[in-house]
């Protein structure tokens, strides 16, 4: 068939030699943000040949990244899990894994999860997930399937995602603003209704690499390439940065200040928009008066870039018209996060970007994308007796109450202390918790896991947390073998819906939602029969495009569902459930002095606060510790701890990589290659040298992730977990205050070239990392803009305590 001219291809075709092609979209698993790229899946005689992208699909125009072209290696690696197994619980760490059947997997998990809901109460289970795989959405895996009340996202302070999409609900009642890269329209960049923005700002963001929370990288690039300025605010120089025409190279955890100073020189200069701020924000002039303390003066001693740099950059993005923002994970992992949001919030305000063709847009709450309740389709089936013992409720309610989740450090906290009360269980959906990802303070997560009555895990590969915790273990479909839907941004302010479609069958492996649906059926059948009745298929309707009148069947023809999304919704009442103009907030304007904010104990307006351990805040401790440490930053090869095992991807980075500057490698006798060992207050870790002049001196970057597939998988080896993993260097329990944040991106430490010895210490069973008091937030305890003898934010200035 010739397919020359696209449009009206159809879903699936057969080719001459029996090859059938299915046009489609990725998602979990493996791992990846939904940003829903198009992938065309060749299979013939029931095996998958190869994945190409889908030069049909309407923004990704066949661009896919190497995680989605070697999928033929994930997908038949001999070390993957493709049968239900089981293991008795006293042989926890060891290789005694019994195949066994779906049906005897299921029962063992009813017996036990049977008897701890009715000896000791649902929430006495907890459901951790990791990132936004099709698995993470779920709420609904806590919620409906096992009916605890308990989900967690485990990573501490929630410190990704949880606190942009709270800031936002709070300031502007919608869900997290992203990037308009014209997603949603139908003649794309060029479409009448769409303007290019004249400036792209990626601000602790690299979505080349990351695609994070559903934001094309490429789309940023088109849009360069058409004109628009870039401005990056990041410490390293990473390729993007290189091409941006504007580089903030700030100090780690420093954003807040850089925003305020911003805002300052926007408002001191009158570049703002006058006539938005009148009508539709609140509080314009409380916030002016507060940034009028952080001039760029000020700003620049904090974040360690020159004043004017700082005015230059605000100038440029207040001037561009349109411009928008792309703020990442960096504005997340640091407990002054909450605040660095705001800050960027103002600025898209108070320069009139918000939901303007090319600005940063909203979610249109009337056109059915609201009505499917993301979390709230399994917390509203919870008894209220329930709700109320989410952990970490009466401490952090403008955490758990948004998030409908357990706080991850409290969770820890009650694992390790029982209190508020003893957990019995956990059912690890889509995380690999030891592996340096959501935990901090890994061992301490073994530890207090590993001894619980009855663990059970969905994953693909054995990892280290199945091995070491795991009674049961549930193998999980590819995107490519199962039939479902992908939104664009979790759904939040989806661009398009796409269908996942089923191409091969690959063992007895079950897809995500067919998993809820079948255990939910015997765990917590009333969430499952009755009213509740639904087979797997509506349930993924209902859940993923319910209210929208689109489903599978219907996507699946489409293949790619574009959606778009009325701009300027303040003016004609899409923001609000009234149908009102304005914003869904108490004042209905957007507040820039946040009440939500003030009801909640939190500051009204933003301030900067030094991270918890840093040259200022902590000059005792960086005089031991003297390297600013970020993490995690991603590549392009590795999704989290996943693919380590795929040889294609695993020769792109061999090793967990430490990138430091020429000349502290040099002053430390380090070469490019050589181990090192990488040490603080909470932990240390063994990782690889890579000299570069992407981090400035003082500054050292770890990747985060890494455990070695290839090594002994037993405990307390466990896959060599322990070797690599910076997350044992990372805080438990430092979150900011309304729980949100915790400072993965902006830590102390120091490093020296590793001898052996070094290698041999790391497996030591049961021994913890240094442990963190629990950490009650104090209000004055690192806020810079309290102390009014400021002089300038270096250690001399005696702001640590
Ligand atoms: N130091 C440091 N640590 C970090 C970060 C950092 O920047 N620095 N980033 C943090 C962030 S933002 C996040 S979100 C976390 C991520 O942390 P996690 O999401 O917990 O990441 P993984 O450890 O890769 O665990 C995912 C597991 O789920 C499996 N999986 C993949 N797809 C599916 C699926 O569809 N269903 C199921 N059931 N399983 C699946 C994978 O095989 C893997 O074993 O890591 C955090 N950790
Ligand atoms: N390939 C791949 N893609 C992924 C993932 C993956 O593991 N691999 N993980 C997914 C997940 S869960 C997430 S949350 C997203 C995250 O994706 P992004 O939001 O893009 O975040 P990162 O890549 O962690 O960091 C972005 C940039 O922030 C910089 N940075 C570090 N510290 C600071 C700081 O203090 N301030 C500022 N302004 N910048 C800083 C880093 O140098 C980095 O270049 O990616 C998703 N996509
Ligand atoms: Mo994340």
Known sequence: MDFDNDIGKPWRWTEEDGTVVTRGAAWSAPGCHPTGCGIKTYVKDGRLVRIEGDENHPVTKGRLCVRCLTLKDFT???????????????????????????????????????????????????????????????????????????????????????????????????????????????????????????????????????????????????????????????PRL???CALADYHLQLRPGTDAALGMAMLDTIIAEDLYDHDFVDKWCYGFEQLAERVATMPAERAADICGIPAEEIKEAARAYANAKPASIAWGLAIDQTVNGAQAGQCILSLIAITGNFDVPGGNILQDIF??????????????????????????LEEYPAYVNMMLRAHADRALDALETDIPYKIHGIWFGSTNLLAPTCSAQPKRWYNAAKDLDFNWVNDIFMTPTAMALCDVFLPISSCIEQDSIVPTHYGGTPNY????????????????????????????????????????????????????????????????????????????????????????????????????????????????VEPPFSPVSTPEVAERYPFILTTGAREYAYFHSEGRQIPYLRELVPEPLFEV?????????????????????????????????????????????????EEDGEAPHLFGVWKSNINSLVPHSRNGKLGFGAPYKCLLCDFRKAVPEDFENVDVEGVDQPGMPKHKYDDNFYRLDKDESYQGASPAAGEGE
């Open 238 to 240: 990473t390729w993007t």
């Open 76 to 234: 038949y690696h001999p070390d993957r899990i493709i049968y239900p197994m089981k293991r008795a619980r006293e042989d926890r760490g060891l290789d005694k894994w019994e195949r066994c059947s779906w049906e005897e997997a299921y029962g063992i998990i009813a017996e036990n999860v049977g008897r701890i809901k009715e000896k000791y109460g649902a929430e006495t289970l907890l459901a951790m997930t990791g990132t936004g795989r099709m698995t993470q959405m779920a709420g609904v895996g806590a919620h409906r399937a096992l009916g605890t009340p308990n989900g967690c996202y485990a990573q501490s302070g929630f410190a990704c995602y949880g606190p942009r999409v709270s800031i936002t609900q709070y300031l502007l009642g919608a869900p997290y603003p992203e990037i308009d890269f014209a997603g949603g329209l139908p003649g794309g960049y060029d479409d009448p209704q769409y303007q290019v923005p004249e400036m792209i700002v990626q601000w602790g963001k690299e979505p080349l690499v990351s695609n994070g929370d559903g934001l094309f990288g490429h789309a940023v690039l088109d849009l360069v390439k058409r004109g628009a300025k870039l401005m990056c605010v990041d």
């Open 661 to 709: 500057n020429e000349a502290d490698a040099r002053a430390k006798g380090i070469k490019d290659g050589d181990w090192v060992r990488v040490e603080n207050q909470f932990g240390f870790c063994l990782l690889v040298a890579k000299v570069t002049n992407a981090v400035k001196p003082g500054l050292v970057h770890a990747q985060h992730g890494w455990w070695f597939p």
């Open 367 to 392: 056109d059915g994308s609201g009505d499917k309740v993301v979390a709230g389709l399994g917390w509203k089936l919870l008894p209220d007796e329930l709700k109320e013992k989410v952990i970490g």
């Open 497 to 608: 819906y796409s269908a996942l479609n089923k191409c091969i069958e690959v063992g007895e492996c079950k897809g995500e939602f067919y998993n809820y649906h079948d255990m939910g059926l015997i765990v917590n059948p009333s969430a499952w029969t009755g009213d509740n009745a639904c087979t797997p298929m509506e349930f993924i309707d209902d859940y993923f495009v319910g209210g929208t009148g689109m489903n599978h069947a219907k996507l699946r023809e489409e293949v790619t569902h574009q959606r778009v999304v009325g701009y300027r919704k303040y003016e004609t009442g899409h923001l609000r459930p009234d149908g009102m103009p304005g914003f869904n907030t108490m004042t209905g304007r957007l507040e820039l002095y946040s009440y939500a904010f003030q009801s909640f104990g939190e500051d009204p307006l933003p301030y900067y």
